[in-house]
């Protein structure tokens, strides 16, 4: 007899724990699903919010972390005047905690470089200090997976950012955005909450570059 409760009590707390799961996962994928419908600034800001109260009521889903960092970074670079240092500084948290939750996954590491880059896009004098720090992290996220695009595109980034004088500049950025291309046009998400965003930010830098061709 209790054998067989012990049984049905690991059953129930099992069944719990699903659909807890199932919950948090459904409410991310609706903030998501709104997210790619805008770029104002408020929504992203009100969305990352929302997904941070998950992220403290479920502290060891990494996702939960990563999708606030994101998010809060991502708004960053839609803040009106004078508002990406704040959203910059509220991402950190989320983007260390999701590194260090994963500290091998290759998301997290470009996450990483993409929120270092996101601090000098906020305050143009960290580029010195944070730039080779955000090149270092688009390394190691595309040693831990040569697939993912967005490790490609951050780099890509950094070094488009840089100025030629240290290593830099567009001709040297040109082949990595290239690369990052062909891992977009490749690239398909294993499901619905695997990240799946850059492809926006990768046109955008595509466009500028051949602009000064």
Known sequence: MKAFITFLL??????????????????LKEELLQLDKTTDFTIWQQAAERIGNLAAAYPEEWLLQYYTGWAYTQSSFRAPKGGAESATKKAGPYVKKALHLQPGNTETLALMAYWLSACINANS????????????????????????????????????????????????????????GQRFAGFKPKNELEPNWGNEIFRELEKELEAQN
Request: glycine fraction near 8%.
């Open 10 to 27: 690991a059953l129930l707390t099992t069944g719990f724990i699903a659909q807890r799961q199932t919950d948090w996962k459904q409410s």
């Open 125 to 180: 004098s960290r580029g010195m200090s944070l730039g080779p720090d955000s090149r270092s992290y688009s390394d190691k996220a595309i040693a831990a997976d040569s697939a993912n695009p967005r490790a490609y595109l951050m780099k890509a980034l950094v070094i488009y950012h840089t100025p030629a004088l240290f290593g830099g500049g567009k001709k040297k950025a040109a082949p990595i955005i290239e690369e990052a």
